[in-house]
Structures are given as C-alpha cells and as structure tokens.
C-alpha cells in the first residue's frame, strides 16, 4: 500500500493534516487513523507504519472541537407584559429544573421579529436551545443558530412555522368554533367578532373556527359585526363601542383574546348595557384576571404551561440528538363556563 503526495515549495509551507485528510491519503478509514493517533492496538503493522509516516511528514492538525453549550435555555418573547409570560415561564422551568437548565429571558419589544443585536448575544451566550414565544425569528436568524447546532422550537408561531422548525401551538380553530357554538346553542344570531392582527395565525385561525360555527348553524356573517383587533384591553374597548353604536348592534361578542374582552366590559358599562343579560361575551386564553371581572368571563382556554414544557421537552430532546416524532404538536383548547354569556334577552 502505497501514497504519493505533490511536494510543497519552500514559499508555500506545508499544513498539518486533518484526520479526515490523512485518511483520504492513506486510502483508509478516519476510525483506523483515529486509532493510530490514540495509540490503539487493533491497527496493521504496515497501515501503522503508512499513517505515521504521512503525520511525521505533513503533522497532524486535531480539529477544534465545538465548545460545549451553556446549560441555559433562551426564552424569546413577543413582549413580556402580561400574564401570558408567567404561564410560560412556569411551563418552561418545569421541565428546564428536570434536567439542570438555567433559563434566560429576552423581548422583542412588540417586534415581529427579534433585532440581530439579539442574535449576536444568544450566540455569544451559547445556549442548549431556543424557545421563541409568540414570535417568529427571521431566515437568517434561524440559520445562524443552525450552523452553530443550537436548536430551534416555536410556540404558538405569530406566523406559519416554517416545517424545518418544531412548534407548539393550541387548537386554535377549535376554539373558535366551540365560542361561537357556545353562543350560538344559547340563541344568539347577531354575533360579533373582534380578532387579533391578521398576520398572527392564531388570529387567522379563531376567525375560521368563528366562520365554520356560523356557517354549519346556517347564520350569515354580516361583515359589520367582525373587527380586527390587536389583543390589546383598548383595542377591544374601541372596538366594542363601535359595535354597540350599530342600529343593530351584536346579542353576543367573541373577542380573540381576555384582554380585549376586558376592553369590550369597559364599552358595555359605558352604553349601559349589562353582561350577560344585554350583551354576552366570550373571551380566548382563560388568564387568571377572567374569573375575577364582574361577571367571570367565559374564555377558551388555552393551555399555554403545557405548551411551553411541551416545547422544552422537544427542544431538551434535540439538544441532546434525538429525533422528534413529529415537528409540529398542537394541545387542545376548552370551553370554560362562567357567568357572562346568557340567552339574548326577549
């Protein structure tokens, strides 16, 4: 067995070899090469001989080996105001804490994406993993934690996930239909919508399940009676006043998300309409502030704790090179009764 390499000129000094490189010159395998330069035993004498004789002549180059990652997972919110956040941090800890993870927490500040500021220090910090909430993060930034193996896992995207990217989200059109149902079994025809940005899927997905409901019931949609909204407590408030100055105006509201329903109670007591008994409203999230308005709301619940240990459980898996049954998981939404939905009065 034999090798022949081209001779290096004085002004162009030679390098030293990888493993791979010597391999490919020897006409062996990387393992057998690897052995040699561990001192193992289970190696020819002749094939010995051939690999240490190309190290002596070219050196041997140990490849860098990547540094280990920080033991830390980067949560990356939309915004950190609200009760959304805690329910996810509590959902991310439970699991984070299982395996000795520290967790660090970042906003984008009402972007839509976080600023490549924010990517040059979640690279620096290396960590285990990613974990974007309510947020979507830009082709370049997904790349770049890519290329240097920190994985990558949505909750509830504000966007399509993209389907290299693992995601959790709810039964978000689900939730749509079992509000609208909900009203629509109490008698309610006149059903108005407030929805959240068009460009949030979420959003996108609750009008569906609010247009299916109506549909299967046979009640047309009149246009007037579907506003979009921005999740906010005034957006709902501006919204709802809109709604409640129609000649008709709406039996029952669904707003997409509490904190617009809280908005829509605030417009009732304005125009002196009572919940439930003038004005039925519904709610999406079941945040904790829902069981304390006068009346308690009745929301879709959200199950956004399980969601974001869902989302760490899989991210924990890729962290340590497991595979993913499936790169896409959705949890269940639920109807919860309280005491601001009724019959339309008369």
């Known amino acids: 067995m034999s090798a022949t390499t081209e001779p290096s000129s004085p002004a162009d000094p030679p390098q030293a070899l990888t493993i791979a490189q010597i391999a490919e010159l020897a006409g062996v ?5 690897s052995k040699v330069v561990n001192g193992r035993t289970q190696v020819a004498p002749e094939t010995r001989t051939l ?23 980067e949560l990356a919110f939309h915004e950190l105001e609200g009760t959304h956040a805690m329910d996810v941090i509590k959902g991310v800890e439970r699991v984070a804490r299982e395996h000795r993870l520290g967790v660090v927490l970042s906003a984008t500040e009402g972007r839509r994406a976080p600023s490549r500021g924010w990517i040059e220090d979640v690279l620096s910090r290396r960590p285990t993993g990613v974990i974007s909430i309510f947020s979507q993060l830009t082709d ?6 890519h290329a240097r193996g920190i994985p990558l896992v949505l909750v509830d995207p504000s966007g399509d996930p993209r389907h290299q990217v693992p995601s959790v989200g709810a039964g978000n059109w689900s939730g749509g239909l079992s509000a609208t149902r909900h009203l629509l079994d109490l008698g309610h025809q006149r059903i108005a919508i407030i929805t959240g940005p068009a460009r949030a899927l979420s959003s996108r997905a609750r009008l569906d399940g609010y247009r299916a409901a109506m549909d299967a019931a046979g009640v047309p949609v009149d246009p007037a009676l579907v506003l979009e909204g921005d999740f906010s407590v005034l957006g709902g408030l501006v919204h709802a006043r809109r709604l409640l100055a129609l000649p008709e105006p709406p039996t029952a509201v669904f707003t997409s998300n509490d904190a617009q329903a809280v908005g829509v109670y605030h417009a009732a007591f304005e125009a002196g309409a009572r919940i439930p008994h003038d004005l039925s409203v519904v709610g999406f999230d079941d945040m904790p502030m829902a069981q304390w308005l006068v009346p308690p709301l009745t929301t879709i619940r959200q199950p956004l704790t399980d969601m974001a240990a869902a989302a760490t459980g899989m991210l924990v898996t890729l962290a340590q090179g497991g595979l993913l049954p499936q790169s896409r998981m959705e949890l269940t939404t639920s109807l919860v009764l309280r005491q601001s939905t009724a019959p339309p009065a008369g």
Not at 29 to 33: C, E, G, P, Y
Not at 140 to 145: D, G, I, R
Request: glycine share 6%; net charge positive.
């Open 51 to 73: 690999v240490e004789g190309l190290i002596r002549r070219h050196g041997y180059r140990r490849q860098k080996r990547r540094p280990s990652p920080a033991p830390l997972i």
């Open 140 to 145: 370049t930034q997904c790349a770049q934690l």
């Open 29 to 33: 395998s990387t393992a057998t090469v």
